[in-house]
């Protein structure tokens, strides 16, 4: 994988304010943070937090409620690690297929409110304006509105799932979705410096609401950088320090799905790991090899190359980088100020 320019320095400032600096590992970063019970954001398609989920996963946490317009392997791992027994969302892998994940939604063991990806997203940006509910028009007329589809075995909102509204307006009838506010959004980007100020190109889905609609966001980034990048590219900050309880330094954290820049989406290692997914024993035993049998995303990595070689590194290393076609140019007159009067007036 490509080199970064700061990858080896872990506080490239020289003078870190030691009150702001949100650095820390993964374990320190889930131990402050995460608690049993908590309402847990967990990233989209690509950029995916493994690093930080993984970690929670040796760190054992309990009763999760997973929510996110498309819920990958990773929380499929996180329920059948014992993780996460609650899940809101439009798709979650591995519900697709038999094995044991469609058991425990069958037998009520995991506990799931099925919505759209467009319905999380918008509830997601609800959470993140503050406001208690959104009104929508979608899935009204159809048979998502049946009670039976509401009050189904494994449900758990019960009536704050969904109300019918009248517009107080112009008295149409809207569905209203409640909004969605994580205890704790996970994620993983391209960069950030120690205080907390994230930076990341890409697909970002509905973690864009994720990230302002929790109370805490915990972010891995595959490099630390002096904050003076991130003010040459102030256009690239997704969320500023302040919003942010703690910066993971993970390079790969996101493996097996892609950051842009650094990494592919790694298939072949994709469709190796959905084997995992089709039994306890296959779950098992991928989990000890990839989890518990790594004590950190280092690990992890160095695994990865020790098991399958360079050649499937340098796979989905991206080769050539692919700059923006034009330079992005920032300037601004340095003395701005009031001009004389060209009339002498």
């Known amino acids: ?69 498309s819920l990958g392997p990773q929380v499929t791992q996180l329920v059948l690690a014992g993780c996460c027994s609650r899940v809101r969302t439009g798709y979650i892998s591995g519900a697709l297929r038999p094995g044991p ?33 959104v009104p929508m028009k979608w899935f009204l007329g159809s048979d998502y509105l049946k009670p039976e589809n509401r009050a189904h075995a494994a449900s758990f909102l019960g009536e704050a799932k969904w109300r019918v509204i009248d517009s107080p307006f112009d008295g149409d009838r809207y569905l209203a979705l409640p909004a969605l506010r994580p205890d704790v959004t996970m994620m993983h980007f391209q960069r950030a410096d120690v205080y907390g ?32 990048v991130v003010r040459r590219d102030p256009s690239r900050t997704l969320v500023p320090g302040a919003r942010v309880a703690a910066v993971v330094h993970a390079p790969g954290g996101a493996h097996p799905t892609a950051v842009a820049g ?19 024993d296959q779950f098992d035993a991928f989990a000890a090899e990839w989890i518990y049998g790594r004590p950190d995303r280092a690990a992890y990595m160095g695994h990865l190359r020790e098991r399958f070689g360079d050649a499937w590194i340098a796979n989905i290393t991206p080769a050539p980088p692919l700059p923006p076609l034009a330079p992005i140019d920032y300037s601004f007159a340095p003395h701005l100020g009031w001009m004389d009067d060209p009339e002498g007036e």
């Open 1 to 69: 994988m490509p080199t970064a320019p700061f990858a080896d320095a872990l506080t490239p400032d020289a003078d870190v304010h030691p009150h702001r600096n949100k650095l820390m590992t993964a374990r320190e970063a889930v131990d402050r943070f995460v608690d049993d019970g908590d309402v847990v954001y967990t990233g989209y398609s690509t950029q995916v937090p493994y690093a930080l989920t993984h970690e929670i996963i040796r760190r054992r946490r309990r009763n999760l409620d997973v929510v996110g317009a």
């Open 197 to 228: 100020n994230v930076q990341g190109w890409g697909a970002l889905g509905d973690a864009r609401w994720a990230l302002w609609a929790a109370e805490k966001v915990i972010v891995s980034v595959e490099e630390i950088v002096p904050t003076a």
């Open 101 to 133: 994940l469609t058991e425990m939604m069958a037998s009520g063991a995991l506990q799931f409110e099925d919505y759209s990806n467009g319905a999380i997203a918008v509830m997601l940006m609800a959470g993140a304006m503050g406001f208690p509910f």
């Open 262 to 280: 650094y990494y592919d989406s790694d298939y072949s290692f994709i469709r190796l790991a959905a084997l995992a997914y089709e039994g306890r």
